[in-house]
């Protein structure tokens, strides 16, 4: 029994197995790109890049970075929003009514069922 150490002995002595081991592993590489393909989500093209062409990841693992992405492009967004408002101004600005000032504790349906009905007629009196 001869020692193989390379691959071109293995695919000498056994060119077979080695074209069967070939095949299974281009059809793993193939279903593991169309994985990937499928959870691919636009604006996360970097990401699906890498993980077929560069840093190969599985599917799971392209799913996950998605999502942690995701997550931290949401928090930038919330705190983005929460900075505009406060420096908007919009705090500062009072409530106004019709009679002028701060808003009135008055219950706007009562308010209107007021302006229709006499003060009397209300309670059913």
């Known amino acids: 029994m001869t020692t193989i150490n390379t691959v071109e002995e293995l695919k000498a002595a056994y060119p077979n197995l080695s074209a069967e081991i070939a095949e299974i592993a281009a059809t793993a590489e193939r279903e593991r790109i169309h994985a990937i393909e499928n959870i691919a989500l636009a604006g996360f093209e970097s990401i699906i890049s890498r993980a077929k062409f560069e840093a190969p990841a599985t599917a799971e693992n392209v799913a996950m970075q998605i999502v942690a992405e995701q997550k931290k492009q949401g928090g930038e967004?919330?705190?983005n929003v929460a900075a505009d408002v406060n420096s908007s101004?919009?705090?500062d600005v009072e409530p106004e009514n019709k009679e002028g000032g701060a808003?009135?504790?008055t219950n706007p349906y009562d308010a209107a069922i007021d302006n229709i009905l006499p003060k009397n007629d209300k309670g059913g009196n």
Request: glycine share 22%.
């Open 103 to 105: 808003e009135s504790a």
């Open 77 to 79: 967004y919330l705190k």
């Open 89 to 91: 101004g919009v705090g």
